[in-house]
């Protein structure tokens, strides 16, 4: 039973979630399925099915939330410091071919999210800035090919 390393704001994003399906989603699914209910043959009553279906992703959600918070070892990034990247750092990059800037965050896996800026601990862009400092250069594979980029700035946000 390994523990997924996540920030604290990842497992409040998590705890909410399964808060979500419990209270709302599971409450609503129920009156679902009881409504199609009284509409008759269940063998030929697409909406019970539809809402079996939604109430088994549902539960099958809440199961595998559970289970990831069970096992999340939170680690508070803003008690973190120092010139070397790890978990929880924010990382200023400049592709060394096209000079563009990016700033990622090294978060677990439950709470990755390319679009704001995170990135799973066990990407292959993270495992190659695990343990480099500023001023670094780092080359990562890519699906395009071999990628470098030069690490500009180590935060603890």
Known sequence: ????????????????????????????????????????????????????????????????????????????VS?????????GATVTLVDEDTEKKQVWQLVGEPEADAKKGKISITSPLARALIGKGKGTSVEVMTPSGAKAYEIKKVEWR
Request: hydrophobic share 30%; net charge negative.
């Open 79 to 87: 008690k973190l410091s120092g010139d070397t990247i790890t978990f």
């Open 1 to 76: 039973m390994d523990k997924i390393p996540m920030t604290a704001a990842g497992y409040t994003t998590l705890e909410n979630e399964l808060k979500h399906r419990q209270q709302v989603e599971r409450p609503r699914i129920i009156q679902q399925i009881t409504d199609a209910r009284t509409h008759g043959d269940l063998s030929e009553n697409a909406e019970y099915h539809a809402a079996k279906e939604s109430q088994s992703h549902n539960e099958g959600r809440i199961a595998e939330l559970e289970d990831k918070l069970a096992r999340a070892e939170v680690i508070d």
